[in-house]
């Protein structure tokens, strides 16, 4: 990630407000590989942690997120996926969403994520894919590419992770997204606004039953996949959420 896409995260952090990480679906999916006493790292969370507070180091490229984690009591520090400041075999659990596809050297964050993750731990981790679907969205949000998932597979296996399992979205038309991408060049105040809106509503409905209920099979409905399937299921999809373990 360039400067010019930094300052737009750290510009981007101080407008947003920090939320509960039981609000998000993948929550519950940390949760469960965890059961017990697992150490996890966090890497890139910005003012949304998906993993729980008490229990996770969190690394964060902008101060900004950095400082606003700690000002809840969490434990966190600026730095990269590419030159993860921990020993070896540090954590249980590597989360890192939405964040390889803004890195340069992504073969160096695989083997940095491997380095920390003792035997048997898991990495968890989501990107969008296939080149063919680049949108402006894609350029405002500081991607540098779109995986092909052939590529992101050899790309496991060469630093000794399997994939466990597998789910994925679609994103909207490619024309939609860029359009959505126009308007969040002009019209960046507006939007941060709603968009906060939208996540204060979520945030004070996450404790109700029905929200909690549907929170804690979304990934269920959104259909997790086996890994034999992974190419075949992946060709229809347009970002990846992939659970691995390290060999």
Not at 179 to 194: D, F, G, H, V, W
Request: include cysteine; proline fraction near 4%; hydrophobic fraction near 35%.
């Amino acid at each position: 990630m360039d400067q010019t896409q930094k300052d737009l995260y750290e510009q981007s952090w101080t407008a947003h407000s920090l939320r509960n990480p039981e609000m998000w679906p993948i929550n519950t999916v940390i949760r469960k590989i965890l059961k017990g006493n697992g150490r996890i790292l966090e890497i890139g969370p910005g003012n949304w942690p998906k993993s729980p507070i008490s229990k996770t180091i969190f690394l964060e490229l902008t101060v900004t997120a950095a400082a606003n984690l700690r000002r809840i009591g969490a434990n966190s520090s600026t730095g990269s996926i590419e030159n993860i400041p921990f020993k070896d075999e540090s954590f249980d659990v590597v989360v890192a969403l939405e964040v390889i596809e803004h890195v340069s050297n992504v073969q160096k964050s695989f083997s940095d994520v491997k380095r920390v993750l003792k035997k048997k731990g898991h990495f968890i981790f989501s990107t969008p894919i296939h080149q063919k679907l680049w949108t402006h969205f894609d350029s405002l949000a500081g991607h540098l590419r779109r995986f092909d998932p052939y590529d992101l597979l050899k790309m496991t296996y060469k630093n000794e992770f399997r994939i466990k399992k597998f789910t994925g979205r679609r994103d909207p038309p490619i024309l939609f997204s860029n359009i959505n991408a126009i308007m969040e060049t002009r019209y960046k105040k507006l939007l941060m606004s709603l968009s906060e809106i939208g996540l204060t509503i979520l945030s004070s409905l996450h404790r109700s039953k029905i929200y909690r209920r549907l929170n804690r099979h979304a990934y269920d409905l959104n259909l997790w996949f086996d890994p034999d399937l992974y190419i075949s299921k992946s060709e229809n999809l347009s970002n990846l959420t992939l659970i691995c373990q390290r060999r």
